[in-house]
């Protein structure tokens, strides 16, 4: 009788975004959370370093980005291993009780040491939540509209990352850096805990139904596929790790740039949001136009786009042209971003897609630390713009290498 309940249940399933409009909708607020939690410190933090810690070496003040990544990557990891084992709700609700004490670690902070803390909690969440919305959106909308929902997801996320860092940067300039800024990320926190508990649903049932109608065999090995054998996966992987290798380094260095040029907080606050509001709504294009258009061509413009934005930023001088640049790096992060995972969940097996997103998402948020240590590095030896011109360089090394190795996409 469980058999035949079972196979009920998964006839009854209709993949599509228009047929589960109510989740996926709740699922594209939840991951607008998520992603305020990121603009929660995104013009913040580094000032913080500065100003109320003292700290001086680059290094030091990316270090709050080093212990984000690693940690953020290493829950990717495991999020897309455990999916199926325990459930997405589960893991978003776990990713949700993370992030409350977050803000308000960094209120109290009275050392480095608690920001650090704080980043790492925020990291282990900020995998455990956006993984599972990704890979909840994909089971629900099937193989037709995965670029558009993608697209609809990240757009989300980084435009409340920009709108967020808007906000605290501007409440910075009127009332200081702390408390005020962090009581968004309380509220924040709760909302998200609470509808995560009370109206998500778990999705597994929606990947059943795919998996029995798809034609790609699964692989023995998921994570050599995804990172080295296959040309498609593989390519897409280190993209992944350049663009938040890149992303990890304007993180941390963009607002101090932007401090040596004598700029305000609340200037700070629009060069830094302009960035990632950018990445936020143009993904709303880009993604639908992955589901039409040569993934390939897509990746490798948005990669050189990035880096050419990034070696340029260290010669600007002038407000009006510092934005322009940030507005030309979202446009380049947004042509990869819901590019990346519709690929990587085009050319895997529905039963093994959040492992293999898992996978991605762990190389690609590996770039947050990867990009911090190197970028510190540089800059305490030959300074920051050397920095700065070396990951623009880098960022357009990674479009040369989808070109060259990866198979044409449509």
Same mark, same amino acid.
């Given at each position: 009788?469980?058999? #035949? =309940?079972?196979?009920?249940? @998964?006839?009854?399933? %209709?993949?599509?975004?228009?047929?589960?409009?109510?989740?996926?909708?709740?699922?594209v607020i939840l991951n607008a959370f998520v992603g305020g939690m990121v603009g929660l410190e995104r013009s913040i933090i580094p000032q913080l370093a500065e100003t109320e810690f003292g700290l001086s070496s680059k290094s030091a003040i990316l270090s709050f980005i080093i212990a984000f990544g690693i940690t953020k990557a290493i829950a990717n990891y495991f999020t897309g291993r455990l999916? #199926? =084992?325990?459930?997405?709700? @589960?893991?978003?609700? %776990?990713?949700w009780l993370l992030a409350l004490p977050i803000p308000i670690i960094i209120i109290y902070a009275n050392s480095w040491s608690w920001i650090i803390v704080a980043n790492m909690l925020l990291g282990i969440s900020q995998g455990l939540t956006w993984s599972s919305t990704v890979v909840m959106k994909m089971d629900l909308v099937g193989e037709k509209q995965r670029g558009l929902a993608m697209?609809?997801?990240?757009?989300?996320?980084?435009?409340?990352?920009?709108?967020?860092?808007?906000l605290t940067g501007y409440i910075a300039e009127k009332y200081g850096v702390r408390p005020y800024p962090f009581y968004i990320g309380i509220v924040i926190s709760i909302l998200g805990l609470l509808l995560s508990i009370i109206w998500v649903k778990d999705t597994k049932k929606f990947v059943l139904k795919e998996t029995k109608n798809s034609r790609i065999t699964t692989s023995e090995n998921v994570f050599m596929t995804t990172t080295f054998s296959d040309k498609t996966l593989?390519?897409?992987?280190?993209?992944?790790?350049?663009?938040?290798?890149?992303?990890?380094?304007?993180w941390g260095f963009l607002p101090i740039l932007l401090l040596q040029l004598k700029l305000n907080n609340q200037d700070i606050g629009i060069i830094t949001a302009i960035y990632p509001t950018f990445w936020g709504i143009g993904q709303?294009?880009?993604?639908?136009?992955?589901?039409?258009?040569?993934?390939?061509?897509?990746?490798?413009?948005?990669?050189?786009?990035?880096?050419?934005?990034?070696?340029?930023?260290?010669?600007?001088?002038?407000?009006?042209?510092?934005?322009?640049l940030s507005a030309f790096l979202g446009?380049?992060?947004a042509l990869v971003y819901p590019t990346f995972l519709s690929t990587i969940a085009t050319f895997t097996n529905p039963n093994q897609r959040a492992e293999s997103i898992g996978i991605f998402r762990l190389w690609r948020d590996l770039g947050y630390a990867f990009g911090a240590i190197i970028s510190g590095i540089i800059a305490d030896i030959f300074g920051m713009q050397y920095a700065v011109i070396l990951i623009g360089i880098i960022t357009i090394i990674s479009a040369i290498v989808i070109q060259t190795r990866m198979p044409k996409t449509i």
């Open positions: 009788m469980e058999v #035949n =309940k079972t196979n009920t249940q @998964n006839i009854s399933v %209709i993949l599509g975004l228009k047929e589960n409009w109510q989740q996926f909708g709740l699922l999916a #199926n =084992k325990i459930g997405r709700k @589960n893991l978003l609700i %776990i990713g697209g609809i997801n990240e757009f989300a996320g980084y435009l409340a990352i920009g709108i967020v860092a808007f593989s390519s897409v992987t280190q993209a992944g790790l350049i663009n938040n290798l890149n992303d990890g380094m304007i709303l294009f880009t993604g639908k136009m992955s589901d039409i258009y040569s993934k390939k061509k897509m990746l490798f413009w948005g990669m050189l786009v990035q880096g050419i934005a990034i070696v340029l930023l260290v010669f600007a001088k002038n407000f009006y042209v510092l934005t322009i446009i380049g992060t």
